[in-house]
Structure formats: structure tokens, C-alpha cells
């Protein structure tokens, strides 16, 4: 898959179809107890839904149950319980840090309300961190799943697009060199950035 810039990308024929949010997100439980209890009375997502199944797709795939919990707004967060199945190591700090699930919340005083209710429960959860657009907190389920509850410290722009397809394009040029780094990202953007930049008339700086 080539990246290209928005100007460059087609514009002619019919419409391209368009997702319309979240469904839901599923992880594995090996505790469905204390999932339950979590997500229902501390995080107060009701219980929505819940298949028990055998002999789903193969034969040997593994008996299970498949609950569902209403995270509003018609997205559900579900876990799939296994039977027999046995419980796997924990994954690496990096990537239980990087694999997390943030939920939105719209001021300061409703993300400073959340945290206050996790410590109520005694839920171990972080300060609010600010990074670039949002401020968010942090805190594991049951599972040893990351979550997140984060705020808009400001709206996204149309900047942050043409940002973002910059970035992109010049990670994927990186990304397939011998020794691809956060410096060589920046020289590869810059050079992108100078090349995306209008020409200028140093005449028409300058004036008559």
C-alpha cells in the first residue's frame, strides 16, 4: 500500500464505503467474576448481552461464553471466556501499556470525578497526564488490561490532518531502512515539509 497525498488521491467514481464507529472491542477473560463486578459497579456499564457457544467455527475451537457491556453511545466492550483454555503469561510492560482502550469523557471536571471513583473502589489510577490533545488518566481491569478515561484539551484541525499524512508518509519511507529512528523520521518529514511548501516570489515579499 502506497501513501499519497490527499491532492494526488482520486477523486472520481462512486463514494467509498464508511464505517460508522465502534461496535464493540473483545478481549480474553480468565476471571469473569471480578470482570463482571468491575466493569458493571465500578465502571457502571450495564451487562447487555452474552452468547454461550460450542463448536464455533472448527471443531477444535474451545467452548465459550461471549458477554457484552454498553459503553453508551451504542459502542460495548466484550470479553470471551474459554473453557479449558489455560491462562496465558502477561504480555510485556511495553505492550501492556500500548494495547489499552481509552473511553472519552468532554470536561476536566467529569475525568477528575472518574478518578475519584476509581480511588473509591481502590483502584490504582494515575494522575492526569497531558499529551498534546488530551489529558488522561490510567488505570488496569481485572484482566491487567490498560484503560484509559481521556479529555480534548482542544479540537482537532484541519493542521493536524495535514500533520498527521506527513508523518505517515515519512514513517513508512523509514520504517524500511536499515536503522529507522524518531531523528531520521523528523529529517525524512522535514524534507517532505520543504518539498509540500509553496514556492516563494521573493519579489512579491519584498514589494514593488
Known sequence: MTLTSPSARPQAGPPSPRVDGVDHLAFVTWKPRATYEFYTQVLGMPLVHAITATGWVTEDYPDFVHFFFDMGKGNRIAFFYYFGLPEEEQPSDLMH????????????????????????????????????????????????????????????SALDSRDAELTLRALADVAESP??????????????????????NDREVAGP
Open 97 to 156: 501499556r500500548s494495547r489499552h482502550l481509552a473511553f472519552h469523557v468532554d470536561t476536566e471536571e467529569e475525568l477528575l470525578a472518574w478518578r475519584e471513583r476509581l480511588k473509591a473502589h481502590g483502584v490504582r489510577v494515575t494522575p492526569p497526564l497531558p499529551h498534546e490533545l488530551i489529558e488522561s488518566i490510567y488505570f488496569d481491569d481485572p484482566n491487567g488490561l490498560q484503560l484509559e478515561i481521556t479529555r480534548p484539551l482542544r479540537a482537532m
Open 179 to 200: 536503522r529507522p529512528c524518531a531523528q531520521t523520521l523528523w529529517q525524512r518529514k522535514a524534507e517532505l515539509v520543504r518539498k509540500a511548501a509553496p514556492v516563494r
